[in-house]
């Protein structure tokens, strides 16, 4: 009776062996049907999104920079380099450069603030470091007039006794274009904050180290490439803005006329420079971005 047993016990073994080898030999019909529809499914989706990016991006800038070297390197040169173009570009690099500094030091704040603690209000707050991105950058200019200006702001009559003007003013065009790149320096650090949690700081703090010494050797090596991509972002932001600071500024040439007020004025009336104006923004904004995105998936690979 063992004997069966063992006999019978090794003839299903064989025969489960057989139908697995049978299985695998046996052709599939269906895979290679799947195979050909995901291929087409993925050249179609690549197709959409390249040809998506290809007419709304690609082409309008590649017209832009094709009109801007169209008449010549002297002309282009002219252009970027008469005195209201030369004052318009110091003018935007002091707005872009000083909103850029408010929101680094306000983003790594607000994210570290929505990161680690909880308290009342958090969510709105939260809420809130997004509503640049969602009002127009018109509503945001008039908003900063009704507060901060001299004759009709809430806050005009205080300023104007202390004597501080930001409304058509240097200051008031930092503010705006503040506020209307103020979520991208958040937006970036707050995840990594998020991700990396509490359990180092925490050590750190328990073997002595102060709030300072934690933010300098824990937090910051952690978030720096977040960092360094969010202001690589607020200043392509910055300096591509427009409808904030034409409000707030009153585009005078030559005092409160930013390089993109220029363009819009030149544009505006059939003056040469405009293409040449925006190129050397278009240049700044994608150059940035580049070397940034360079350099951070090279150190992402040294990790």
């Known amino acids: 009776m063992a004997e069966r047993a063992v006999a019978e016990r090794a003839g299903d073994e064989r025969s489960g062996a057989e139908r697995a ?3 695998q030999s ?48 002297g002309a282009f040169v002219d252009a970027v380099s008469g005195p ?20 680094t030091v306000f983003g790594v704040g607000a994210a570290l603030l929505l990161a680690r603690y909880q308290f009342r ?6 809420l809130l470091i997004d509503l640049p991105i969602s009002v127009s950058p018109i509503i945001v ?23 501080v003007q930001l409304i058509f003013a240097t200051p008031g065009m930092v503010l705006a274009t503040a506020f209307v790149s103020l979520p991208l320096v958040v937006r970036e650090v707050l995840p990594v904050l998020t991700e ?34 969010g202001v690589v972002l607020s200043v392509a932001r910055a300096l591509g803005e427009f409808g904030a600071v034409r409000v707030v500024s009153g585009n005078v040439g030559g005092q409160t006329q930013t390089v993109t007020l220029l363009v819009d004025e030149r544009a505006e009336q059939f003056e040469p420079g405009a293409y040449q104006l925006s190129v050397v923004l278009i240049a700044v904004a994608a150059l940035s971005i580049v070397i940034i995105s360079i350099i951070r998936p090279r150190e992402q690979s040294e990790k």
């Open 84 to 103: 209201e173009a030369m004052a318009a570009f110091r003018l935007t690099a002091i707005v872009a450069g000083s909103a850029v500094v408010i929101n």
């Open 196 to 229: 990396t949690g509490l359990e180092q700081d925490q050590a750190a703090r328990s073997l002595g180290a102060n709030a300072v010494q934690r933010f300098r050797r824990i937090t910051l090596p952690t978030i720096k490439w977040a960092l360094a991509y």
């Open 21 to 23: 080898v049978t299985a």
């Open 26 to 73: 046996r052709p599939v019909t269906g895979r290679p049907a799947r195979r050909r529809r995901t291929s087409r499914s993925r050249w179609a989706l690549r197709l959409v999104a390249v040809g998506y990016v290809g007419i709304l991006v690609a082409l309008p800038v590649g017209l832009v920079l094709w009109r801007a070297v169209d008449q010549g390197a």
């Open 121 to 126: 209000g958090r969510r709105l707050m939260d």
């Open 141 to 163: 200019g008039l908003a900063l007039i009704l507060a901060f200006g001299w004759t009709t702001g809430w806050f005009g009559p205080a300023l104007q006794d202390a004597g």
